[in-house]
Nanobody, 123 residues
Framework: QVQLVESGGGLVQPGGSLRLSCAASIRTFNSYAMGWFRQAPGKEREFVAAISWNSGRTGNADSVKGRFTISRDNAKTVYLQMNSLKPEDTAVYYC?????????????????WGRGTQVTVSS
């Protein structure tokens, strides 16, 4: 059974940083592309960042370029380093896994989802 468990969310002031982690219980983790999406109240779920199975390729939404960095390690964990946080980054952040890289910005292209972790950016 595949599980994705996010952690690291919380309350942070504008301009601050957080690092989200996603622990994946996927037997063939190294064959999956991984991603992060977020959903703010009253808004649709949106793509944040993705990383290919071997970390050779990454993609970021324009809204987070230069501020957020996705990475992964061999311990079946994916990270989202978030710097220079803004109030508009406030959302529930979801970790996702996909067997394919080709359409990484599309939420329908992902096979598994975590339950999410809340990030609130406020003074």
């Amino acid at each position: 059974q595949v599980q994705l468990v996010e952690s690291g969310g919380g309350l942070v002031q504008p301009g601050g940083s957080l690092r989200l982690s996603c622990a994946a219980s996927i037997r063939t983790f190294n064959s999956y592309a991984m991603g992060w999406f977020r959903q703010a109240p009253g808004k649709e779920r949106e793509f944040v960042a993705a990383i290919s199975w071997n970390s050779g390729r990454t993609g970021n939404a324009d809204s987070v370029k230069g501020r957020f960095t996705i990475s992964r390690d061999n311990a079946k964990t994916v990270y989202l380093q978030m710097n220079s946080l803004k109030p508009e980054d406030t959302a529930v952040y979801y970790c996702t896994a996909s067997r394919f890289w080709s359409d990484y910005t599309n939420p329908h292209g992902y096979d598994y989802w975590g339950r999410g972790t809340q990030v609130t950016v406020s003074s």
